[in-house]
C-alpha cells in the first residue's frame, strides 16, 4: 500500500480463543512517521487508545517498540472495531505491510530483534574497542579513522530501524530528523577517508584519487546544505525530497569510485585491496537496495519485515572485512619492516666488516714497514755501533758512550718488535685466537709479576678471522691495563665461545678503580669502541678487591 500525506485504516478483530487475550497489530514499516488508533465503542463513537510511530517518543507510543504496534487486549468471545489514521507529515510516500499476531509470536519475533540488536552493537563495538587500543598502541591514524567510522555506521543501523533514540538520543525524535540525512553523508566521507589511508591511495599513485577528493567535498556541502534546510526551510518537504534524490545519486557514484580505487590497487598488486574490495562488494547490495527505496522505486513491504536488512548486514560485513585488511595489512608491514631490518642489518654488518678489514690491513701494513723497514734499520744500527765499540777500546768514555747508544738502539729494536707484534700477531691466521692468547699469556707470566691464568673453551677455527682479531686486542688491551695499573698478583682470563655468541670474562685481585670514570682512559675507550662496534655489551664490576669484567660478542658463522 502505498498513499501520500494520510491513510484511514479500518479492521475488526474477534477473540476466539477460549480465554482472554493480547493480540500486537504491527505495521513492519519504519518510515511511518505517525499513527494514531481509535476503537469503537458505539455504532456512532470512537474512543481514543493511543498514537505510535517515528514522530512519537517512544516513552510516549501506546507501545514501546521500534515499529508501529498497537496492543489490543480483547476478553474470550469479544469482537472490537480499530480505526488507525496512518500518516507522514513530511510528505514522503508510506510503505507497510500491516500483521495481527498473538502475544507468543509477537514476543518470538520482539526477542529475535533485541537479541539481533545486541549482537550487532557487541560485533561493531567490539571492533571499534579494537581499533581505539590499536591506534594508541601503534599510533596510527588509521585505527582511530576507522573506530570513528564504526560509531557511525552503528548508528546508522540502529538509524533505518528508528531505534536510536531509544537508546542514543534520550527519547527524542526532534533531535534525531537531520540525522537521517546527516548520518549517510557522516559514513559515505569516513569511508573514503579509511579507504584513502587503508590503501595509500595518492595522488602520485592513484587517478582515481582527485575523483575521491571531489566527492568528499561534495559530501560536505551536502552536510551544509541539510543543516541550512532544517533551519531555514523545515517545512518546505519537497526540497528536501530534492535533497533526497541530489544525495542518493552522490552515495551511488562516491561507491563506485570507492570500489574503482579497491579495483585500482588490486591491480597494482596491493594485497590488502583485496579485502577493501570484497568488504564494498558485499555493502553493495544493501547500499543499492537504500537507494532505491528512498528514491522511492523500491517495493519496500519486505524491508521493514527483514530485521536485519540487506544494508544493516552488510555494513557489520563492511566493518569486520576491513577490520580484517587492517590486522592484515599491518602484519604485511611488520614482516615487510622485519625483513628491511634484517638487511639494513646485514648491510650494517658488511660495513662493520669492510671497516674492520681496512684497519686490520692497515695494521699489518704498519706492522710489516715498522718490522721490515725501522726494524731492519735499528738492527743494521746496533751491528754498526758493535762494530765500532771494538776500534774503541782504549777510550773508556766512549766506550761507555757507545754501550749506552747500542743498549738504546737494541732496546728500540725490541720496542718495534713488540708494536708490531700487537698490531698484527706472527702467524695468527694459522694459529687462531686460542694459541695466541696462549703465547701472550706466557710472555706476561714470563717478564711480569702478575700471574695470569688461561681457560679457553669452544672451537676458535669456526670463528672468523675479522672477529677474532678483534676480540684479540680488546683482551690484549685489559692485559695491558692490568699490568700498567692494577697492581694485581694474579689475574684470571676466560674465554668461551659459544654457538653465536663469544664470552669473555677477565678477573683481577688489583686495586680496582673508579668505573663512573672508565673511560677517561684510551685503553678503556678504545676497548668500548670496539665493543660497540661489534654489537657487544661490557660490564666492568670494581672495587678495593680487585676487577671483574664481562664482554658479550655476538657473531654469525653463516
Known amino acids: 500500500m502505498t498513499v501520500s500525506r494520510h491513510y484511514w485504516l479500518t479492521f475488526t478483530v474477534k477473540n476466539n480463543l477460549p480465554h482472554d487475550g493480547v493480540f500486537y497489530y504491527q505495521f513492519n514499516s519504519f518510515a511511518i512517521d505517525m499513527v494514531q488508533g481509535y476503537r469503537k465503542i458505539s455504532d456512532s463513537g470512537f474512543l481514543f487508545i493511543g498514537a505510535t510511530g517515528g514522530d512519537i517518543p517512544f516513552s510516549k507510543r501506546i507501545y514501546p517498540y521500534y515499529d508501529a504496534t498497537y496492543q489490543l487486549a480483547l476478553a474470550k468471545g469479544e469482537t472490537a472495531t480499530f480505526l488507525l489514521c496512518v500518516s507522514n507529515a513530511h510528505g514522503d510516500n508510506i510503505s507497510f505491510l500491516p500483521e495481527l499476531k498473538d502475544a507468543a509470536s509477537f514476543r518470538s519475533v520482539e526477542l529475535k530483534f533485541y537479541i539481533v540488536t545486541a549482537i550487532m552493537c557487541g560485533i561493531m563495538l567490539l571492533v571499534f574497542v579494537l581499533n581505539i587500543f590499536f591506534g594508541i598502541a601503534l599510533k596510527e591514524r588509521l585505527h582511530f579513522l576507522y573506530a570513528f567510522y564504526i560509531l557511525i555506521a552503528l548508528n546508522e543501523i540502529l538509524t ?283 710472555e706476561l707470566n714470563a717478564t711480569g709479576n702478575i700471574f695470569f691464568r688461561l681457560i679457553i673453551e669452544g672451537n676458535d677455527k669456526k670463528l672468523k678471522e675479522v672477529i677474532a682479531i678483534s676480540v684479540y686486542r680488546i683482551i690484549n688491551e685489559l692485559l695491558t691495563n692490568i699490568t700498567r695499573h692494577s697492581e694485581a698478583s694474579e689475574a684470571t682470563v676466560q674465554l668461551l665461545l659459544e654457538e653465536n655468541m663469544v664470552q669473555v670474562m677477565i678477573e683481577d685481585n688489583g686495586k680496582g678503580f673508579d668505573t663512573a670514570v672508565k673511560e677517561e682512559g684510551i685503553g678503556l675507550k678504545n676497548v668500548s669502541r670496539r665493543i660497540e662496534t661489534l654489537k657487544g655489551i661490557i660490564l666492568i664490576e670494581s672495587n678495593r678487591e680487585g676487577t671483574n669484567i664481562i664482554i658479550q660478542i655476538p657473531y654469525n658463522n653463516g
Open 160 to 442: 533505518m530501524q528508528r531505534v536510536d533514540f531509544q537508546y542514543i538520543f534520550f527519547d527524542d525524535p526532534d533531535i534525531i530528523n537531520p540525522f537521517y540525512s546527516i548520518n549517510p553523508c557522516l559514513l559515505t566521507i569516513l569511508m573514503a577517508h579509511v579507504m584513502q589511508s587503508f590503501l595509500k591511495q595518492k595522488r602520485s599513485n592513484s587517478r582515481v584519487k582527485i575523483f575521491v577528493d571531489i566527492g568528499v567535498i561534495f559530501t560536505y556541502i551536502l552536510i551544509a546544505v541539510c543543516c541550512l534546510l532544517y533551519w531555514k526551510f523545515s517545512d518546505k518537504w519537497a526540497i528536501f525530497g530534492i535533497y533526497e534524490i541530489v544525495m542518493c545519486i552522490s552515495f551511488l557514484v562516491m561507491f563506485f569510485l570507492l570500489l574503482l580505487s579497491a579495483i585500482e590497487k588490486v591491480i597494482q598488486g596491493y594485497k590488502p585491496a583485496w579485502f577493501y574490495l570484497v568488504a564494498t562488494a558485499l555493502f553493495s547490495t544493501g547500499l543499492i537496495q537504500y537507494i532505491m527505496l528512498a528514491l522511492g522505486g523500491y517495493n519496500a513491504d519486505t524491508v521493514g519485515k527483514d530485521y536485519p536488512n540487506t544494508i544493516q548486514i552488510g555494513i557489520v560485513l563492511e566493518s569486520i572485512i576491513v577490520f580484517m585488511g587492517i590486522v592484515y595489512r599491518y602484519n604485511l608491514y611488520k614482516k615487510e619492516r622485519e625483513q628491511l631490518l634484517v638487511e639494513v642489518n646485514q648491510q650494517q654488518q658488511n660495513l662493520i666488516n669492510k671497516i674492520i678489514d681496512a684497519e686490520e690491513g692497515e695494521r699489518k701494513r704498519i706492522a710489516e714497514d715498522l718490522h721490515d723497514d725501522v726494524g731492519s734499520t735499528l738492527s743494521m744500527l746496533a751491528m754498526q755501533l758493535s762494530y765500532a765499540r771494538q776500534s774503541m777500546e782504549q777510550s773508556p768514555v766512549l766506550k761507555r758512550q757507545f754501550d749506552q747508544s747500542l743498549a738504546l738502539s737494541k732496546k728500540a729494536v725490541n720496542d718495534i718488535r713488540n708494536i708490531a707484534h700487537n698490531l698484527l700477531p706472527k702467524d695468527f691466521a694459522e694459529t687462531g685466537i686460542f694459541a695466541t692468547l696462549e703465547t701472550r699469556i706466557q
